[in-house]
């Protein structure tokens, strides 16, 4: 059975650190996987993606430049490392898989940042 699981948030200061990750199971191959993002009250907001391979890698614009995905090399697993940290960023985080024409989503974890 496919699952995504999502482990990693909690509580930090702006300006401050966090990383997040995501490990997908149930899947035969290896997938390009994503991150999504939704604060209370807004719609769900692309924050990254990586392919199968690792080499290419893209940003939300809200987030480039301070955030840094990463995967395990022949993994399902991946790392989104979140620095210079803002309010803003206060969502919760969800690992994203589409395979098949099927969205895969785990159930998130939160993020919130707060002084």
């Known amino acids: 059975q496919a699952q995504l699981v999502e482990s990693g948030g909690g509580l930090v200061q702006p300006g401050g650190s966090l990383s997040v990750s995501c490990e997908a199971s149930?899947?035969?191959?290896?997938?390009?996987m994503n991150w999504y993002r939704q604060a209370a009250g807004k719609e769900r907001e692309f924050v990254a993606a990586?392919?199968?391979?690792?080499?290419?890698?893209n940003y939300g614009t809200s987030v480039k430049g301070r955030f840094a995905l990463s995967r395990v090399n022949g993994k399902n697993t991946m790392y989104l490392q979140m620095n210079s940290l803002k309010t803003d960023d206060t969502a919760v985080y969800y690992c994203?898989?589409?395979?098949?024409?099927?969205?895969?989503w785990g159930t998130g974890t939160l993020v919130t940042v707060s002084a």
């Open positions: 990586i392919s199968s391979t690792g080499g290419k890698i």
């Open positions: 994203h898989v589409h395979l098949d024409g099927i969205d895969y």
């Open positions: 149930g899947f035969q191959n290896i997938l390009s």
